[in-house]
């Protein structure tokens, strides 16, 4: 369809250095161009952007699933443009500075393949310290209207930034030409110095007027805007923070029943907590290396490839997984998995990071779980699936829809053949922590709770140290209903599995299997989970 063509051209051109993660061909011109995201001129030309193409699609009298999809997305930007988002350009869950110097370190979605892409790099780079002024005057047209970072992600964020420069995280440690400059030198002259201006301002005046609270509900309109976030996150209209939070307690209550259970069963006496303990205390549980905690995936990815790959689908992706570990020096901020998708044309692969940082204290019961979510069938598959699509419009590639990609990957664990009870029971941990998440971050941000009732009620049920419970409850805080993703996107697959089950019952339709259910759902693409359920 010529608009969903024309839409993802204009939207492009607007935002080239989506492309530095698409990789598309047609657009390598972009390289060189970099968009300020927090500029005024920039919303503006989003809200005309997006005004434009729901005004085309409100005229079509007989939309399809593209179509609603991309009214949908068109919506939604509209919709966030009425809230004060802005004056909360970064934290340090989402720091567009952190991306950049990634990228100059060659370790980012940046690709340095030739020599020119060097010159492009520093020429795209030019807008970095207008990046930077914008935050800084973002934060304090904030300041004004009393809307502020928590303080205590300001002082994250600060420890984030004096890393970032301490550490030098934008050296390029393997050019590959000759060039007739020092790149490294010329990336310092454009980063250190509004970097250390933007910590100046942070340090000196932003620290001060950051609020104590840590919830939107108590930003200036905050309750209203944390709905939006809710409905945007999971793609559901009519969803409300009261079931959310509701459910959130019903499944950490179920989740630990099932817990005991497998502790009742293996004929330990104490509490989860000390059954928890022991596990990971047990030898043939840990890894003794680094090497071996990542030969240790590389194997479960294998298993799964050549059993569960092969009974659940219906075909395979021609992109190949890596695994390798996170950079050094974002270990310190970085979750302990995570994946990072590969490009539409296949020339870059799609890459599942493991934190190693704190490895001794890693266990191999999640092995199965974890790869099962980010590599197959959950993130690579799914996400390469689409990027290998030629029916699929460019536009639906490009979208960050969590609910449907989250919990895609959180349904994709139940899928496990868990052949011990200490692997199901590692898939349980891993999946309390998305249950609780529902809890805090209503807890958070729709109810008002405190740090403190909120680490309390989270240590309850974790089996993670104070350090690591502590950085969760950051993130949660940084990135309002994000977390909701998982366990709601889960809970809509699963239902909508039951629903696909009913046709077994129909001896026209008796030929229908889960491999044709996986399809069903991925043939589409990444939809807003409001529109995939009216495909069922």
Not at 25 to 54: G, R, V
Not at 196 to 220: D, V
Not at 239 to 262: A, C, F, S
Request: glycine letters at 4%.
């Amino acid at each position: 369809m010529k608009h969903y063509d024309t839409y993802f051209d204009e939207y492009m051109n607007l935002a080239p250095s989506l492309n530095d993660c698409l990789n598309i061909s047609a657009y390598k011109h972009l390289k060189k161009e970099m968009e300020n995201p927090f500029s005024l001129d920039q919303i503006e030309k989003q809200k005309e952007l997006h005004t434009k193409y729901l005004n085309i699609l409100r005229k079509k009298k007989r939309p399809n699933v593209y179509d609603k999809t991309l009214m949908y997305m068109c919506n939604d930007v509209l919709e966030s443009y009425q809230y004060k988002f802005e004056l909360i350009p970064i934290n340090h869950q989402e720091n567009i500075l952190y991306y950049i110097l990634e990228m100059a370190s060659g370790e980012g979605i940046y690709t340095f393949n030739k020599k020119q892409d060097y010159h492009d790099f520093i020429t795209k780079m030019c807008k970095f310290n207008d990046i930077v002024e914008s935050i800084i005057y973002n934060f304090k047209k904030g300041i004004s209207l009393k809307y502020t970072l928590p303080k205590i992600l300001v002082e994250k964020l600060v420890k984030q930034i004096e890393e970032l420069l301490s550490s030098k995280s934008y050296l390029n440690k393997s050019i590959k030409y000759k060039l007739d400059y020092d790149f490294n030198a010329k990336c310092a002259s454009i980063f250190v110095p509004p970097l250390k201006n933007l910590l100046k301002f942070l340090k000196s005046e932003y620290l001060s007027k950051a609020r104590s609270s840590i919830g939107m509900i108590w930003l200036p309109n905050g309750l209203r805007e944390y709905k939006y976030l809710v409905k945007s996150s999971t793609t559901l209209k009519d969803i409300t923070i009261d079931n959310i939070h509701k459910y959130g307690l019903q499944e950490v209550k179920r989740i630990n029943d099932e817990m005991n259970k497998i502790k009742d069963k293996l004929e330990f006496k104490g509490t989860l907590k000390e059954f928890n303990a022991l596990l990971g205390k047990r030898k043939d549980l840990n890894f003794k290396s680094k090497a071996d905690l990542l030969e240790h995936y590389k194997n479960e990815l294998k298993s799964i490839n050549n059993t569960i790959m092969k009974t659940q689908f219906h075909a395979n992706v021609k992109g190949k997984c890596q695994i390798i570990p996170v950079p050094k020096v974002n270990e310190n901020f970085s979750a302990e998995a995570y994946y990072m998708g590969g490009d539409l044309e296949q020339k870059r692969q799609g890459k599942f990071y493991i934190n190693l940082k704190n490895y001794k204290e890693n266990n191999k019961i999640e092995i199965e779980s974890l790869t099962l979510h980010e590599a197959n069938p959950g993130h690579h598959y799914q996400i390469t699936y689409v990027n290998e699509s030629n029916d699929i419009p460019l536009f639906l590639k490009c979208y960050p829809n969590d609910a449907y990609q989250e919990g895609w990957a959180l349904y994709c664990e139940n899928l496990g053949k868990y052949k011990t009870y200490e692997s199901y029971y590692g898939k349980l941990v891993l999946e309390m922590i998305r249950a609780l998440r529902l809890v805090v971050d209503t807890g958070i941000h729709g109810y008002g709770w405190s740090y403190n009732k909120t680490f309390n009620y989270y240590k309850k049920y974790s089996f993670d140290s104070d350090s690591k419970i502590h950085d969760q409850i950051l993130r949660y805080i940084a990135l309002p209903s994000q977390a909701l993703s998982y366990k709601v996107g889960e809970r809509i697959i699963l239902d909508l599995k039951k629903q696909f089950k009913t046709d077994f019952n129909n001896p026209v339709k008796s030929h229908k299997s889960s491999k044709d259910f996986h399809q069903k759902i991925l043939e589409h693409g990444p939809l807003p989970l409001e529109i995939l359920k009216e495909l069922f």
